[in-house]
């Protein structure tokens, strides 16, 4: 039953996804390149939206719908983003040489910080432990534990953006792959080239992740 009404909803999404900015159709009714980037994106981003919201809801067909909404929008958001690069290179080739390009680039530096950034993490994590010790046997102060749980909301902060960027890299560059793979074919090379980069991003995503999450813990950790 579930699936039925869902898929109701996506295709109420996709109606909604052809309303929004850039998704107009030209005069004779089709959609040129960067339409499609922008519509497409829009259907995608319901798509997961819906299941989403499905997942999380006691109500599963309003959750789906809303859940649809929402995705519809980010996901145009993003597809509406790819058209605007693509709109700056004279054909697709130089586009996909670009995208391969930009998500490396990102891997490289994001990999970096998350390295970084777990290496303080067990910095932090030795001090913490020893300091709630100090606590508990009295040689540390409510305040000690005020000023690291401090120190790590920062570091929080700080991991939560690295995800937040990394999982917005991945979506626009999980989108500029199936549009590649459908137009291309997988066995095209820019097509392997873009899945491997989506691989990637992924192995990035869950270590940044983890940081995330062990930076929580220890923040929790500290609360008295």
């Keep these: 039953m579930f699936i039925r009404r869902a898929g109701k909803t996506l295709v109420a999404a996709a109606a909604i996804a052809a309303l929004l900015p850039g998704c107009a159709t030209n005069p004779d ?77 990102f891997i490289q530096e994001a990999d970096a910080q998350n390295r970084q950034m777990y290496q303080e993490i067990a910095q932090l994590d030795q001090e913490s432990k020893q300091l709630r010790r100090q606590y508990r046997a009295g040689r540390a102060s409510r305040d000690a534990l005020t000023r690291q749980q401090a120190t790590l909301e920062k570091q929080l902060a700080t991991a939560k953006k690295i995800n937040s960027l990394t999982e917005k890299q991945l979506s626009d560059a999980n989108q500029v792959y199936q549009e590649t793979r459908q137009k291309r074919g997988p066995q095209d090379q820019y097509t392997r080239q873009l899945e491997t980069n989506v691989v990637k991003l992924k192995e990035t995503r869950q270590q940044s992740d983890q940081n995330v999450a062990s930076l929580q813990q220890m923040y929790d950790s500290m609360s008295i």
């Design 29 to 105: 009714g089709s959609m040129n390149d960067q339409q499609q980037t922008v519509a497409q994106g829009a259907v995608a981003g319901a798509f997961l939206g819906a299941l989403l919201g499905a997942a999380v809801s006691d109500n599963k067909a309003t959750g789906a719908l809303i859940g649809a909404a929402a995705g519809g929008l980010i996901g145009a958001g993003i597809g509406s983003s790819i058209a605007e690069r693509k709109a700056q290179y004279a054909n697709e080739e130089d586009f996909l040489v670009a995208e391969i390009r930009r998500n490396q680039e």
